[in-house]
């Protein structure tokens, strides 16, 4: 089972885009989730991570711009991006540390391929 993102694109910046997140197959459960970035020559850090209780964490830089949710019927996590600067410009990685594709069954750091998020100025 993999992870596959959807939702990217080019926007100017001050707009907004809606990222989501699904597991290429049914699923029976999965764990935490986030959402990472990585810009040219940078390295992958987490833009947002959402615990399997509903809890949240973002990083400082899109506080109060990003909002990230999960449906735990769906499985699937969604990022949804507001006032977007040209410096969020990255690829957008959704991210589990576990899941199970069946309830006695489980994959450990799942990552999706990746979708291209470009805002210009």
């Known amino acids: 089972v993999q992870l596959e993102e959807s939702g990217g694109g080019l926007v100017q910046a001050g707009g907004s885009l809606r990222l989501s997140c699904a597991a290429s197959g049914s699923i029976f459960s999965i764990n935490d989730m986030g959402w990472y970035r990585q810009a040219p020559g940078k390295e992958r850090d987490l833009v947002a991570a959402i615990y399997r209780g509903g809890g949240t964490r973002y990083s400082d830089s899109v506080k109060g711009r990003f909002t990230i949710s999960r449906d735990n019927v769906k499985n699937t996590v969604t990022l949804q991006m507001n006032s977007l600067k040209p410096e969020d410009t990255a690829v957008y990685y959704c991210?589990?540390?576990?899941?199970?594709?069946?309830?006695?069954?489980?994959?450990?750091?799942?990552w999706g391929q990746g979708t291209q998020v470009t805002v210009s100025s």
């Open positions: 991210h589990t540390d576990k899941l199970w594709p069946t309830p006695v069954t489980s994959q450990r750091d799942v």
